[in-house]
């Protein structure tokens, strides 16, 4: 079966070889460390994000568009090898990023209240207000650490990429309780843990379940979430009424920002609805 078919089916890809050089991820993982504790070396913040430094260090820490504010981490977007591999699973002409988010998933006892899970969610539910409806929209997971399933690894339903009518799921959610989501006659309620190597990678689809549990393996679960899209999305003109308060489609003519890491530009798919 080849690597699209299989992407069309399940919802999701795991690649557990290391994609990029040692090199490339000592400094995204050095840039990560840097924005965390405030600091930029390209003279722009990251975008307003759900935790800044300073906030609690048990908590999962989410921050907005990290390339804005670390050059190690532009370095680790621009990698033929990450476009070259989301350009195999989906057939795309062009693949660009669009938004990136810093994951830091602390290590905290099996016996505390959970601050880092992740609850069940597909993440069409957030960006339908910034793409056209079909667009071709997807998230590279770059593993900035060794993820074992011990370390809250992101879970995937299998195939519910193409289960129809699934709505709600919350991101902060913090049990990974899937009673609220009905599972289509037929289909079955399966996950796959995302065990990865430090240097590697999942694919998944925007209409794929995912949630993550709690980190309990005494190391921290580094990530960055590549938000990515091929020449089949447009933009949304009008961000009015979206569940998220920035312009998530708002960044894609800034190339350095938002590089296409495969293929050339094709300018239908810039222009706003
Ligand atoms: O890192 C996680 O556990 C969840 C990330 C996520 O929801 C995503 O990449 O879409």
């Known amino acids: 079966m080849t690597s699209a078919t299989q992407f069309e089916r399940q919802g999701y890809l795991l690649y557990k070889e290391p994609l990029v050089s040692a090199e490339v991820i000592t400094g995204a993982v050095a840039g990560m460390d840097q924005i965390r504790h405030g600091v930029s070396d390209t003279g722009r913040p990251p975008c307003a994000s759900p935790w800044k430094p300073g906030d609690d260090t048990n908590k999962l820490c989410k921050i907005e568009n990290p390339q804005f504010a670390s050059k190690g981490i532009r370095r680790l977007l621009q990698q033929p090898a990450i476009g070259e591999t989301i350009a195999r699973a989906t057939g795309a002409e062009m693949v660009q990023v669009w938004w990136v988010q810093l994951l830091y998933k602390p290590s905290t006892s099996s016996d505390t209240p959970v601050t880092t899970g992740v609850g069940w969610h597909l993440d069409w539910t957030y960006w339908q207000g910034h793409w056209v409806d079909g667009s071709e929209l997807m998230t590279a997971w770059f ?131």
């Not at 037929?186 to 999942?202: D, R, V, Y």
């Not at 447009?234 to 190339?255: F, K, M």
């Open 143 to 273: 593993a900035l650490s060794d993820v074992e399933d011990d370390c809250g690894p992101m879970r995937f339903v299998d195939g519910s990429n193409h289960w129809s009518g699934l709505e709600g799921g919350d991101f902060f959610a913090q049990e990974l309780n899937h009673e609220g989501f009905t599972v289509p006659p037929g289909e079955q309620w399966h996950e796959t843990p995302a065990i990865l190597p430090l240097g590697g990678m999942s694919l998944h689809h925007k209409l794929t379940l995912h949630g993550s549990g709690p980190n309990t393996s005494g190391r921290p679960r580094r990530s960055l979430a590549i938000h990515v899209r091929t020449e089949k999305s447009r933009p949304r003109g009008n961000v009015e009424g979206t569940i998220v308060a920035d312009d998530l489609s708002g960044y894609i003519d800034d190339l350095e920002l938002c590089p296409i890491i495969y293929g050339e530009r094709v300018a239908s798919a810039f222009e706003r609805d």
